[in-house]
């Protein structure tokens, strides 16, 4: 039988969201943030391992796989940011998800998105940007080796190198988003810990006193 659909901006959504958690429009936003920069950290990222690819040979590995690298958590953020709000709030209506659940996702987020970071500028190609050099006439001689990666020579590698620095702005944002919100997905399993163990200690009590 499928799930019974809300309407997710209904006054007892509303209500339930807020009597299970205060804070549920910020974490909402938060999601919605780090969905939106996840979309526009895969497109500058997919355009420049295309860009890469048809116009470099990279001699330390499989094609543009520094950039690829990057890919990983922006795609797994884009799946699961909306699939987590759609559950939560659609198709629950409001009624809570097990912390761990978001809490495992974010962790994930935040420790993929460290080393893409630290891969994606290592290898970036803005890295080999130069100043052009003119000649004595005052012309630019692409044949000369410094003159190899200015903007005069070689305009696609500053084209890559513009996606590379956007999608890594992106990427950084993803990652604080998703910090934030295992931080707020850590501090609800203590809550939810905390509560179990006093409904445990209260059961206890009323057991003793019967």
Known sequence: MAPKIGNPLSVDVRRRLYEQDAKWPLKTILRLAAAFLELLAMIMFAIAVSLTNKNFVNTEGPGDWTDGMALAPSVLGLIADPI????????????PLNPAFALVLDGIMWILAIPSIIVAV?????????????????????????????GECDPIAYTIGRLEIAGIVFLVGILVLHLALFIFG???MHQKRQA??????????????Q
């Open 186 to 188: 850590t501090i609800d």
């Open 196 to 209: 179990r163990l006093a409904a445990d200690v209260a059961q206890s009590k009323v057991v003793e006193l």
């Open 122 to 150: 290592g290898g970036a190609l803005f890295l080999y940007w130069t100043s052009a050099v003119a000649s004595a006439d005052g012309t630019v001689n692409c044949a000369f080796f410094f003159n190899e990666f200015s």
């Open 84 to 95: 987590i709000l759609i559950l939560w709030i659609v198709l629950r209506g409001g009624k």
